[in-house]
């Protein structure tokens, strides 16, 4: 890798700066955010924050295969499906206990990637982005005909996951707190994948996949397993959707929200990591707020979505760093 | 039994041609300009939603369609020339992001002018009735006047695209956009007419539906969907494709969901069956599309250049 040296350097300065500058700050205002609870109802700014960071686990893991790997993930929201109708199915059954659920949530995730990874990662550019939404949508209208766990309605779950019978789910701050601290962890594990050997092969193919195949790498074993990790990322953020709602329904999994995802993930800053944060939060602020002032506030998002791939190229994080 | 699967065949034709309708267009723009447009479906529902209004206004179906493919085309252009056009040298995830957020904004815009209730067109009285099939069965004609006219327009676009100096300059621009632009083409104009037209054929396809569908927001993006399917399984930019894989989608979605249960209950109880039968009807156009692209990653048959 001594021939990559010379870039990295180069580029490190800024990266490193924003790199540790950012991500501190985004963390910092999360970690202080139930203390602004004077500002606004406790609960609400709880909920609102607690529903942001779990789109912001989402849209980290898909950033790490878009804007590593180039792998445009049109079936994202699948996942978070997955994750969430682990809890509910579970729960159904009576089964609360967090250690049978999540981890059933991320092997139904990690699985599903696997299995639809195999085939989608043989096609390329537009055929990637069709066929990954055409396995999204299978997910959903399973969902939808699930007739036992609800159907079209959804299911709602009767209680929270425990932790050998202690409700830590239960009190909305330890909630936001422990969804904080998986964000958190997702962030540090990605940006830990992003620099890794296997990161910079995944960079490398998204360059150009012949050169690293020509240099003896298995590109497909490597995007099939960036493909897995991102899927199971997704897994958890639907494990902790499902238990911040109390419910699950096909919705979860609609094509509009694997839009959403990779909306929020060019609004904040292709392959950055953070960026997915800042636009997660951004995209949910927005609609948040807009719809409290009018039934018809798409109107006004439909627009300012067209605006920003227009003249913001880079997202938000690109109006604020500086490219010469 | 055997009326049943014909009325079913001819239901799948149906919806095969009204497929054809909107993939075709979508196969072009995606085929010429290299862009993926999930705002298609919006020309579809707009065709709709205009037949509604202007056949309140002149009472004649033939009148509302007419200007209703008229102003389908002017809001086409309009979109073209406003965002479109800034967004063919960008990459897909741009393409992604801004019809995103055009669907948003017109989905919601049709509220605001429509009102969210479903509205309803009436069959012109002329077509209105029924014919009858071997075995008794009435079938619509209004369905069969569809089917027709979907075929039509294929035969047209066979020869438009196939046979002409316009058509010939749309292949060329699909195989490869840049030379064609520098053999003196105005490649700006070519762009422009082939999205116009693209547009036109889906809101064509949005009033002859109009009549059997109710006219809601948001029915465009389901069927946007089953026409990325088709065109992915046709290969992308090839109208040939497009109109194989419409029929192929329109009749195993149409026969699946009439006979999955019955076709089950040969392997299974009853009940098992009604439970799993619906989930798999549902998901049988998307597990042909995951073997077809497993067997051949740029569809059945792949534009040439590409």
């Given at each position: 890798?001594?021939?990559?040296?010379?870039?990295?350097?180069?580029?490190?300065?800024?990266?490193?700066?924003a790199?540790?500058?950012v991500?501190?700050?985004?963390?910092?205002?999360?970690?202080?955010?139930?203390?602004?609870?004077?500002?606004?109802?406790?609960?609400?700014?709880?909920?609102?924050?607690?529903?942001i960071?779990?789109f912001a686990?989402a849209a980290v893991a898909l950033d790490l295969i878009v804007g590593y790997g180039a792998l445009v993930s049109f079936g994202h929201a699948?996942?978070?499906?997955?994750?969430?109708?682990?809890?509910?199915?579970?729960?159904?059954?009576?089964?609360?206990?967090?250690?049978?659920?999540?981890?059933?949530?991320?092997?139904?995730?990690?699985?599903?990637?696997?299995?639809?990874?195999?085939?989608?990662?043989?096609?390329r550019g537009v055929y990637f982005i069709m066929?990954t939404l055409?396995?999204g949508?299978?997910?959903?209208?399973?969902?939808?005909?699930?007739?036992?766990?609800?159907?079209?309605?959804?299911?709602?779950?009767?209680?929270?996951?425990?932790?050998?019978?202690?409700?830590?789910?239960?009190?909305?701050?330890?909630?936001?707190?422990?969804?904080?601290?998986?964000?958190?962890?997702?962030?540090?594990?990605?940006?830990?994948?992003?620099?890794?050997?296997?990161?910079?092969?995944?960079?490398?193919?998204k360059?150009?996949?012949?050169?690293?195949?020509?240099?003896?790498?298995?590109?497909?074993?490597?995007?099939?397993?960036?493909?897995?990790?991102?899927?199971?990322?997704?897994?958890?953020?639907?494990?902790?959707?499902?238990?911040?709602?109390?419910?699950?329904?096909?919705?979860?999994?609609s094509w509009q929200r694997s839009g959403e995802l990779i909306i929020m993930v060019l609004l904040g800053g292709i392959g950055t990591l953070y960026g997915a944060i800042i636009g997660a939060a951004v995209y949910l602020l927005i609609a948040e707020f807009l719809s409290?002032?009018?039934?018809y506030w798409q109107v006004i998002f439909g627009p300012f979505l067209v605006l920003v791939v227009l003249f913001g190229r880079g997202g938000l994080v690109g109006l604020f760093s500086h490219h010469g | 039994?055997?009326?049943?699967?014909?009325?079913?065949?001819?239901?799948?034709?149906?919806?095969?041609?009204?497929?054809?309708?909107?993939?075709?267009g979508l196969?072009l723009v995606f085929g010429v300009m290299d862009l993926i447009n999930l705002a298609h479906g919006v020309q579809?529902m707009l065709?709709?939603?205009?037949?509604?209004?202007?056949?309140?206004?002149?009472?004649?179906?033939?009148?509302?369609?007419?200007?209703?493919?008229?102003?389908?085309?002017?809001f086409a252009l309009a979109l073209e020339l406003l965002v479109f056009r800034q967004l063919y040298a960008r990459d897909h995830l741009d393409h992604v992001m801004a019809t995103f957020g055009v669907i948003l904004f017109v989905d919601q815009g049709v509220?605001?002018?429509?009102?969210?209730?479903?509205?309803?067109?009436?069959?012109?009285?002329?077509?209105?009735?029924?014919?009858?099939?071997?075995?008794?069965?009435?079938?619509?004609?209004?369905?069969?006047?569809?089917?027709?006219?979907?075929?039509?327009?294929?035969?047209?676009?066979?020869?438009?695209?196939?046979?002409?100096?316009?058509?010939?300059?749309?292949?060329?621009?699909?195989?490869?956009a840049p030379?064609?632009?520098?053999?003196?083409?105005?490649i700006n104009?070519?762009f422009m007419?082939v999205f116009g037209?693209g547009a036109?054929?889906a809101?064509?396809?949005?009033?002859?539906?109009?009549?059997?569908?109710?006219?809601?927001?948001g029915?465009g993006d389901?069927?946007l969907i089953?026409a990325f399917?088709?065109i992915?399984?046709?290969?992308i930019?090839?109208?040939?494709?497009?109109?194989?894989?419409?029929?192929?989608?329109?009749?195993?979605?149409?026969?699946?969901?009439?006979?999955?249960?019955?076709?089950?209950?040969?392997?299974?109880?009853?009940?098992?069956?009604?439970?799993?039968?619906?989930?798999?009807?549902?998901?049988?156009?998307?597990?042909?599309?995951?073997?077809?692209?497993?067997?051949?990653?740029?569809?059945?048959?792949?534009?040439?250049?590409?």
């Amino acid at each position: 890798m001594s021939a990559a040296a010379p870039l990295e350097t180069r580029a490190a300065p800024i990266a490193a700066r924003a790199g540790i500058a950012v991500p501190g700050l985004i963390f910092g205002i999360l970690a202080a955010l139930p203390a602004g609870a004077l500002l606004a109802p406790e609960n609400y700014l709880l909920a609102l924050g607690t529903r942001i960071m779990t789109f912001a686990i989402a849209a980290v893991a898909l950033d790490l295969i878009v804007g590593y790997g180039a792998l445009v993930s049109f079936g994202h929201a699948a996942f978070i499906g997955l994750g969430a109708y682990a809890v509910g199915i579970l729960a159904a059954h009576g089964i609360g206990e967090l250690l049978v659920a999540l981890p059933t949530a991320l092997a139904a995730s990690v699985l599903f990637a696997l299995a639809t990874g195999a085939v989608s990662l043989r096609t390329r550019g537009v055929y990637f982005i069709m066929i990954t939404l055409a396995f999204g949508q299978m997910i959903f209208f399973t969902a939808s005909s699930l007739a036992p766990y609800g159907g079209d309605d959804g299911l709602t779950i009767a209680s929270r996951n425990t932790l050998f019978g202690l409700p830590i789910f239960k009190d909305p701050r330890a909630l936001y707190y422990i969804v904080l601290a998986a964000l958190a962890g997702t962030f540090f594990l990605c940006r830990a994948v992003v620099g890794s050997r296997f990161g910079r092969v995944l960079r490398g193919a998204k360059e150009n996949a012949t050169r690293m195949a020509t240099l003896g790498f298995q590109v497909y074993r490597f995007q099939l397993v960036a493909y897995a990790l991102s899927g199971a990322l997704c897994g958890l953020a639907g494990f902790l959707l499902a238990n911040a709602n109390d419910f699950v329904s096909p919705a979860y999994m609609s094509w509009q929200r694997s839009g959403e995802l990779i909306i929020m993930v060019l609004l904040g800053g292709i392959g950055t990591l953070y960026g997915a944060i800042i636009g997660a939060a951004v995209y949910l602020l927005i609609a948040e707020f807009l719809s409290q002032w009018t039934e018809y506030w798409q109107v006004i998002f439909g627009p300012f979505l067209v605006l920003v791939v227009l003249f913001g190229r880079g997202g938000l994080v690109g109006l604020f760093s500086h490219h010469g | 039994m055997s009326s049943l699967l014909f009325v079913q065949i001819l239901n799948g034709l149906q919806l095969g041609v009204l497929l054809f309708l909107i993939a075709a267009g979508l196969t072009l723009v995606f085929g010429v300009m290299d862009l993926i447009n999930l705002a298609h479906g919006v020309q579809y529902m707009l065709g709709a939603y205009l037949a509604v209004t202007f056949y309140g206004l002149t009472g004649s179906f033939l009148a509302a369609l007419v200007l209703a493919l008229a102003a389908t085309l002017a809001f086409a252009l309009a979109l073209e020339l406003l965002v479109f056009r800034q967004l063919y040298a960008r990459d897909h995830l741009d393409h992604v992001m801004a019809t995103f957020g055009v669907i948003l904004f017109v989905d919601q815009g049709v509220k605001l002018v429509w009102g969210a209730a479903p509205l309803s067109l009436p069959v012109p009285e002329l077509l209105s009735g029924s014919v009858t099939l071997m075995g008794g069965l009435l079938y619509p004609v209004w369905r069969l006047v569809i089917i027709g006219s979907g075929l039509a327009v294929a035969v047209g676009l066979y020869v438009l695209v196939g046979h002409t100096r316009v058509g010939m300059l749309v292949r060329a621009g699909a195989t490869n956009a840049p030379l064609v632009s520098a053999l003196g083409v105005n490649i700006n104009r070519l762009f422009m007419l082939v999205f116009g037209f693209g547009a036109m054929l889906a809101g064509f396809a949005g009033v002859m539906i109009a009549p059997i569908l109710s006219v809601e927001p948001g029915m465009g993006d389901a069927i946007l969907i089953l026409a990325f399917v088709v065109i992915v399984i046709g290969g992308i930019g090839s109208i040939r494709g497009a109109f194989v894989a419409a029929l192929m989608i329109g009749l195993v979605d149409t026969l699946g969901r009439s006979f999955a249960v019955d076709v089950l209950r040969l392997f299974m109880g009853p009940s098992p069956a009604r439970t799993v039968g619906p989930a798999l009807a549902s998901m049988l156009i998307y597990v042909l599309m995951a073997i077809v692209l497993t067997l051949r990653p740029a569809g059945l048959f792949p534009a040439a250049g590409r």
